[in-house]
C-alpha cells in the first residue's frame, strides 16, 4: 500500500465516523437533555412532595378536630362528675341530718317490752285504786 492509498483508507474512516457520529448529539445538547431531565425530576418530587404534604395537613386537621370532639367529651364527663359530688354531698347532709335525727328519737323511744309492763303497772294501780281507764 501506497500513502495514497492510505489517504484515500483515512478519508473513507473518516468519512464512516463522521457519518456515525452526525446522529449523536453535541456536548451542549447532551447537557441540555441532562438539565431537563433534573428538572423535570425535581418538579415531580416536588408536586409528590406538595400532595404528601396536602395529606399530612387533612389528616392534622382530622386529628385536630378529633381532639376538639374529645375535649367536649371531657367537658362534659366533668360536669357530670361536679354534679354527681354535689349529689353525694347531698346525700351526705342528708344522711347526717337523719343520724341525728334517730339520735334525738333514740333518747326519747321506749321499747314495746317496757311499754307494755308499763301499762300493766298502770291497770293495776288502776284496778286497786277503783279507777276507771281512760280507754
Known amino acids: 500500500?501506497?500513502?495514497?492509498?492510505?489517504?484515500?483508507?483515512?478519508?473513507?474512516?473518516?468519512?464512516?465516523?463522521?457519518?456515525?457520529?452526525?446522529?449523536?448529539?453535541?456536548?451542549?445538547?447532551?447537557?441540555?437533555?441532562?438539565e431537563n431531565i433534573v428538572e423535570n425530576k425535581i418538579e415531580s418530587l416536588a408536586q409528590i412532595t406538595a400532595r404528601g404534604f396536602e395529606e399530612v395537613d387533612k389528616k392534622f386537621e382530622e386529628v385536630a378536630k378529633g381532639f376538639k370532639e374529645i375535649n367536649k367529651r371531657f367537658e362534659t364527663v366533668e360536669a357530670d362528675i361536679r354534679e354527681i359530688k354535689e349529689d353525694v354531698n347531698y346525700i351526705g347532709a342528708s344522711l347526717r341530718e337523719t343520724?341525728?335525727?334517730?339520735?334525738?328519737?333514740?333518747?326519747?323511744?321506749?321499747?314495746?317490752?317496757?311499754?307494755?309492763?308499763?301499762?300493766?303497772?298502770?291497770?293495776?294501780?288502776?284496778?286497786k285504786?277503783?279507777?276507771?281507764?281512760?280507754?
Open 1 to 34: 500500500m501506497n500513502d495514497k492509498d492510505l489517504e484515500k483508507i483515512k478519508i473513507i474512516v473518516s468519512d464512516v465516523i463522521n457519518s456515525a457520529v452526525k446522529d449523536f448529539p453535541t456536548r451542549k445538547e447532551v447537557e441540555d437533555i441532562v
Open 99 to 127: 343520724k341525728i335525727t334517730v339520735s334525738e328519737m333514740e333518747e326519747n323511744f321506749i321499747y314495746r317490752h317496757e311499754h307494755e309492763d308499763l301499762e300493766s303497772r298502770v291497770k293495776l294501780c288502776e284496778t
Open 129 to 135: 285504786l277503783n279507777i276507771k281507764s281512760g280507754r
